[in-house]
């Protein structure tokens, strides 16, 4: 699906992101500015951004960040690491505009380029030769005596952690309205098949392919016998509930960047959430070849890449195992 997203105003228009605070990560910017305008681009940028790249471009737009910051672009190009994606995120997931990451930071999941790719990636975006795809995110609640007190969102994950480090949080785990465990623990993280190879992976959870529809828990350090991560359908309802009588109290992280105070007693649903994230692709590359580059995999040995040539050459037919 090619976008097609025109600014109001009949220019193609593209915000840029970037985590300023690297020199590194201005640098790119700048050059992804300066080209993208040569190419008669609109560039967009955030006003502190901006002020920090004092770039003197023609058709500049200088906006405030907000949810309507990406409004009229075709695409957003962000420059960092994933948490600068995630930032984005926030900007684009209530118009739908899709996010394209170029990589500056350590793994880099949700980024589709890495920064030696940059000619790359702005012939890609000039040329609108790229995809995009919807991944799901999480709708979390947070609840206090049966009464509404927060209400936010997550792309990777929604993790209800102890407050205190030597304190334990005593929660309760529930499933679509039934209690399935209770645990004293470090926490418990709640996420998407997006956010599998995030802070669900360093908490041992599974990783999940991210076309594939469901939600994820997680215990982290729980003390209990039954402590498994878990995969539940995408129409389920999870649950966390800090216990009354627990000494500790928690706290809620919504990708790192949102926090809510959990007393005991509240309680934290999480649930599908109805507006997706769109992060664009410019390869199509299986996720197994993802995983394997960014985690440098080793698969030397594998008997495959010997077949498929034989059987482009003809030696075996297709259906040779």
Not at 45 to 70: C, K, N, Q
Request: aromatic fraction near 4%; include cysteine.
């Amino acid at each position: 699906m090619t976008p097609t997203q025109a600014d109001p105003r009949g220019s193609r228009r593209v915000l840029v992101v970037a985590h300023t605070g690297r020199e590194e990560a201005r640098k790119v910017a700048s050059r992804v500015c300066r080209a993208l305008a040569q190419h008669g681009l609109a560039v967009r940028l955030l006003a502190d951004e901006a002020a920090e790249l004092t770039l003197d471009l023609p058709d500049l737009d200088v906006v405030h960040p907000g949810p309507a910051a990406s409004a009229g672009c075709e695409i957003v190009v962000v420059v960092g690491g994933d948490g600068t994606i995630l930032r984005a995120a926030e900007l684009t997931r209530e118009t739908g505009t899709p996010l394209l990451g170029v990589n500056l930071g350590h793994v880099g999941f949700l980024a589709e380029a890495e920064h030696d790719d940059v000619e790359f990636t702005i012939d890609a975006v000039v040329a609108q030769q790229y995809t995009s795809e919807e991944r799901l995110t999480l709708e979390v609640r947070v609840y206090r005596d049966g009464e509404l007190v927060a209400e936010t969102w997550a792309l990777n994950e929604a993790s209800v952690e102890k407050a205190a480090r030597e304190r334990m949080l005593e929660v309760v785990v529930e499933v679509d309205g039934r209690p399935l465990s209770r645990w004293g623990c470090d926490g418990v993280v709640c996420a998407t098949p997006t956010g599998s190879t995030a802070y669900n992976f360093s908490a041992g959870g599974p990783i999940v392919w991210p076309d594939v529809e469901a939600l994820l828990l997680v215990p982290i350090s729980a003390h209990a016998l039954f402590a498994r991560p878990l995969v539940a359908a995408p129409s389920s309802v999870l649950a966390v509930e800090v216990q009354e009588r627990t000494d500790g109290v928690g706290v809620l992280w919504c990708d790192g960047r949102r926090t809510v105070d959990l007393p005991p007693g509240a309680r934290v649903e999480v649930r599908r959430g109805r507006t997706p994230v769109r992060l664009v692709r410019l390869h199509q590359a299986p996720f197994t070849d993802r995983l394997v580059a960014k985690f440098d995999l080793p698969v030397t040995g594998w008997r495959g890449a010997a077949e498929r040539r034989r059987r482009s050459n003809g030696v075996l037919p297709e259906d040779t195992a």
